[in-house]
């Protein structure tokens, strides 16, 4: 632990309202846990404060809003906001003089905005949150190879390039990127796992939850947002053709989104108003509550080109509950977890997600079997070894002097199988 007289000051940059994105929080409460003195620079959710701190993290914001939508609505806020950033960034760097400006993409460019504290000493660390190339594919249907393609790649090449130092989110994104010419030596892991204190404290809230009583009933349960790429539907229409087969059986969805409407109209179609559950949105800090409750997790995610990469949060949380997961079959989750650790199933396969909800719901000792293979497969990649190698990498850039280096096959290391 640095002593605060002499921490070196650190700044986050992100195009994302801070409050919600998770990866961002992490790291910057494990910069001021270590000693290090921590500003955000973010977006401003509507009725937000223009500057707060929370958790010992300051927080500084422009209202611009995130309507996206369009691919012109997208170059519009990454280009204003890249200009805010740009604009503060100079400004903060004569005062606060960061020793590193950990950026957060999407836009991978946004890294361009911390070249006045690259002017004036500091180090450039790129946290690639998501593959840009393969994102356009898969939101906006842009073809391999086109024109808008090779753009996008040459912007990822320009932007990894300039940094110090990249962080990646697993290793199948990690392999991509090197083989689009990022280099090894230059890059390290640092995974979307679930902070474990979160799961820590006693699930006894969870009686707290209006629900009603779990007690003697088979819950399966999403949490997320509820957009068409998260596969709920396929959860229902699975659930439809397996529910007679599993008495007492519950599905529970919890969150907001765009389908939240569709997926209620679905349920009623289906007649299984009396066996689904929509909450709607739930805070964050119930959701430990929440997986208290249920019996299995489930992520229906579909599948394409940039969904394959995902290794979605939710299934590091409902591991760190100790529930058994129903989850697609994704290159980067088939990564760490293997089919004796979850419950696979092919993408928008309706059968045989349905055969898996049976299964599970008749199998306590497989169920028991597959939370406890999670649980060791998981171990290596959990966030208190995530925020250390988080951590080595900051300590490594602030102090670029010292006899430390980053130790690449360790701080690399992660690959199960």
Known sequence: MRANSAAPSICLVVQAFYDLDARVMRKAEALVAAGYSVDVLALRPSHGKKCYVQNGVNVYTVSLGKLRGSLARYAFEYAAFLLWAFFRLAVLMRSRQYAVIDVNTLPDFLIFAAA???????????????????????????????????????????????????????????????????????????????????????????????????????????????????????????????????????????????????????????????????????????????????????????????????????????????KPVIVSRLKAIRHYFSEEAVAYFEPTNIRELAAQMVRLRRDPALRAKLKKCARQEYEPIRWSVMKNRYLAVIDTLANPFSSQAIDQPTLRAGRLH
């Not at 004036?120 to 906006?140: C, N, Q, V």
């Not at 596969?231 to 529910?243: K, M, R, Y």
Request: charged share 20%; hydrophobic share 45%; proline share 7%.
């Open 116 to 322: 006045p504290a690259r002017w004036a000493g500091a180090k450039l660390l790129l946290d690639m949150h998501e593959i840009t190339p393969e994102f356009y594919r898969s939101k906006y249907g842009v073809s391999e190879g086109s024109w808008i393609d090779r753009l996008l790649k040459y912007q990822e090449r320009m932007s990894f390039d300039y940094a110090d130092h990249v962080l990646t989110i697993n290793q199948p994104i990690q392999d991509l990127l090197v083989r689009r010419g990022l280099p090894a030596s230059k890059s390290t892991i640092v995974m979307n796992a679930a902070d474990e204190r979160r799961f820590a404290a006693s699930p006894a809230s969870a009686t707290r939850l209006e629900v009603g009583s779990a007690a003697n009933k088979f819950v399966m349960m999403y949490h997320g947002t509820l957009t068409k790429i998260y596969g709920l539907d396929i959860a229902l229409e699975a659930f439809a053709i397996a529910h007679h087969d599993m008495p007492n059986a519950e599905l529970w969805i919890l969150g907001p989104g765009p389908e939240l409407k569709p997926l209620a109209q679905l349920t009623e179609k289906l007649g299984l108003s009396s066996k689904v559950k929509l909450m709607g949105p739930v805070p964050s800090a119930d959701i430990p509550g929440w997986l208290a409750q249920c019996t299995v997790g489930i992520l229906p995610i579909r599948c394409d080109v940039f969904l394959d990469f995902a290794f979605p949060n939710k299934l590091p949380e409902c591991v760190l509950a100790g």
